[in-house]
């Protein structure tokens, strides 16, 4: 064996195993100390840019839970207003239903009308959640916003809960039980309510017992004439190609309202409901009665006519009578009383049927985001949490080492002192 103070062979070995062992050492306690085998992108760096996505995509579905929680807020809160606003309205029709007796004191009866109402716009304006309010209108309710915008993905995704009540100013104008103009914030009197009013009419359409899909053709209409003079067309579309248009009269405040309809698949009930679902959506409030005529009252409505399908439709005019639809008789003040309530709570149960169908759409969306936040978290730790088992079985395997390395290095250094010894006398 050659004997050198220059180069010891022996010490470097020693040092490189101690190194290699000490670097080792490091990265098992800092995968004991941190619990990831991959905490920076010096360890992987493929795995930690996988990891890192991932995990900013589990903050974003947080941030995602964030805006459905709130949006589920403000859907209950309409919701619980909307269930007390319709059990007022069914104590409402049993008022009304009373008011048809004789000898009740019409004023007495006019005046709990408005209370009613006074309590259904006060439900509806207390319904704000967060700034948000969907049953009335801004003015209405001081709300900074009549609509809820809710993230649902990742990507931006989002549902909105659209407010209610259109361009009315107040939900009971929206459900025909004041006027249209009735004022934001306004308390109503018994001179406000249009339940009760021996100046509201309304009209009896009657249908026939042979109705059948050919009184659905492409141009037949209804035709409903107001208070006012003014007169609103409701016609039919079977090719869903119209666009509602100026009545042909030329009056500016007639319109044309398109009701679309399938007679080769939708049932003669079923179009039947779409036009009063259509009346109901612009300012009447209609009813389908037992024998299947519709009742409509709202904006004064006096009378109304029925015609055919036309060469000419979009417009008001129509080429003969139509035999399955017939033209509307005069509702007695009782009967157009009760069938106001009753088309308002029926724009009701539509309002409670659209929150339900958010709130399970929100639900269900929440449920989503979590199960896919969890399903992320769990192939984050896959990807990057240590084996702690193994690693603690490493951390003894290599302290060991380590001082083997320190003592066997120790020994190589001591051998160049062994050289003095052949120079000793």
Same mark, same amino acid.
């Given at each position: 064996?050659?004997?050198?103070?220059?180069?010891?062979?022996?010490?470097?070995?020693?040092?490189?195993?101690?190194?290699?062992?000490?670097?080792?050492?490091?990265?098992?306690?800092?995968?004991?100390?941190?619990?990831?085998?991959?905490?920076?992108?010096?360890?992987?760096?493929?795995?930690?840019?996988?990891?890192?996505?991932?995990?900013?995509?589990?903050?974003?579905?947080?941030?995602?839970?964030?805006?459905?929680?709130?949006?589920?807020?403000?859907?209950?809160?309409?919701?619980?207003?909307?269930?007390?606003?319709?059990?007022?309205?069914?104590?409402?029709?049993?008022?009304?239903?009373?008011?048809?007796?004789?000898?009740?004191?019409?004023?007495?009866?006019?005046?709990?009308?408005?209370?009613?109402?006074?309590?259904?716009?006060?439900?509806?304006?207390?319904?704000?959640?967060?700034?948000?309010?969907?049953?009335?209108?801004?003015?209405?309710?001081?709300?900074?916003?009549?609509?809820?915008?809710?993230?649902?993905?990742?990507?931006?995704?989002?549902?909105?809960?659209?407010?209610?009540?259109?361009?009315?100013?107040?939900?009971?104008?929206?459900?025909?039980?004041?006027?249209?103009?009735?004022?934001?914030?306004?308390?109503?009197?018994?001179?406000?309510?249009?339940?009760?009013?021996?100046?509201?009419?309304?009209?009896?359409?009657?249908?026939?017992?042979?109705?059948?899909?050919?009184?659905?053709?492409?141009?037949?209409?209804?035709?409903?004439?107001?208070?006012?003079?003014?007169?609103?067309?409701?016609?039919?579309?079977?090719?869903?190609?119209?666009?509602?248009?100026?009545?042909?009269?030329?009056?500016?405040?007639?319109?044309?309202?398109?009701?679309?309809?399938?007679?080769?698949?939708?049932?003669?009930?079923?179009?039947?409901?779409?036009?009063?679902?259509?009346?109901?959506?612009?300012?009447?409030?209609?009813?389908?009665?037992?024998?299947?005529?519709?009742?409509?009252?709202?904006?004064?409505?006096?009378?109304?006519?029925?015609?055919?399908?036309?060469?000419?439709?979009?417009?008001?005019?129509?080429?003969?009578?139509? +035999?399955?639809? /017939?033209?509307? &008789? @005069?509702?007695?003040?009782? =009967?157009?009383?009760? *069938?106001?309530? $009753?088309? %308002? !709570?029926?724009?009701?149960?539509?309002?409670?049927?659209?929150?339900?169908?958010?709130?399970?759409?929100?639900?269900?969306?929440?449920?989503?985001?979590?199960?896919?936040?969890?399903?992320?978290?769990?192939?984050?730790?896959?990807? +990057?949490?240590? /084996?702690?088992? &193994? @690693?603690?079985?490493?951390? =003894?395997?290599?302290? *060991?080492?380590? $001082?083997? %390395? !320190?003592?066997?290095?120790?020994?190589?250094?001591?051998?160049?002192?062994?050289?003095?010894?052949?120079?000793?006398?």
């Amino acid at each position: 064996m050659t004997l050198s103070i220059n180069t010891n062979t022996a010490a470097m070995a020693a040092l490189e195993s101690l190194s290699t062992t000490t670097t080792a050492l490091n990265t098992t306690e800092n995968e004991v100390s941190t619990g990831k085998k991959v905490s920076t992108s010096s360890d992987n760096p493929a795995i930690y840019a996988i990891s890192q996505s991932m995990t900013g995509n589990i903050a974003g579905l947080a941030a995602v839970s964030d805006s459905l929680s709130l949006g589920a807020q403000v859907v209950n809160t309409a919701n619980t207003a909307a269930e007390d606003i319709g059990s007022t309205l069914a104590t409402l029709q049993q008022t009304v239903t009373q008011a048809g007796t004789t000898g009740i004191d019409q004023s007495t009866m006019q005046t709990q009308v408005a209370n009613a109402i006074n309590e259904i716009n006060a439900y509806a304006r207390g319904s704000t959640f967060n700034g948000v309010n969907v049953l009335t209108s801004q003015a209405d309710s001081g709300a900074a916003n009549g609509s809820a915008n809710i993230v649902t993905g990742l990507q931006g995704n989002s549902i909105t809960i659209s407010n209610q009540v259109g361009a009315s100013n107040t939900l009971s104008s929206f459900l025909g039980l004041t006027a249209a103009g009735f004022a934001a914030g306004a308390t109503a009197t018994a001179t406000d309510q249009t339940v009760l009013n021996a100046a509201e009419t309304g009209v009896n359409i009657k249908t026939s017992s042979t109705l059948a899909a050919t009184d659905f053709g492409n141009g037949a209409n209804v035709v409903l004439k107001n208070g006012d003079g003014t007169t609103t067309t409701f016609e039919f579309d079977t090719t869903g190609t119209q666009t509602t248009s100026a009545d042909s009269t030329g009056a500016t405040a007639n319109h044309v309202v398109t009701v679309l309809v399938d007679p080769a698949n939708q049932s003669t009930s079923t179009m039947l409901g779409d036009l009063v679902n259509a009346m109901n959506q612009n300012g009447y409030n209609a009813v389908i009665q037992n024998d299947g005529s519709i009742n409509v009252t709202g904006q004064g409505v006096q009378s109304s006519t029925a015609a055919a399908a036309d060469a000419t439709p979009g417009v008001a005019s129509a080429a003969g009578s139509n +035999t399955g639809i /017939d033209g509307g &008789t @005069a509702l007695d003040a009782s =009967t157009a009383a009760i *069938t106001t309530v $009753q088309g %308002a !709570i029926n724009k009701m149960n539509a309002i409670s049927t659209t929150l339900g169908a958010s709130s399970q759409e929100i639900t269900g969306m929440q449920s989503f985001t979590s199960d896919l936040s969890d399903a992320l978290t769990t192939g984050v730790g896959g990807l +990057t949490d240590a /084996d702690l088992s &193994t @690693a603690s079985a490493q951390l =003894t395997s290599l302290q *060991t080492k380590q $001082q083997l %390395a !320190i003592q066997s290095l120790s020994i190589a250094n001591s051998q160049s002192q062994s050289i003095l010894s052949l120079f000793r006398g």
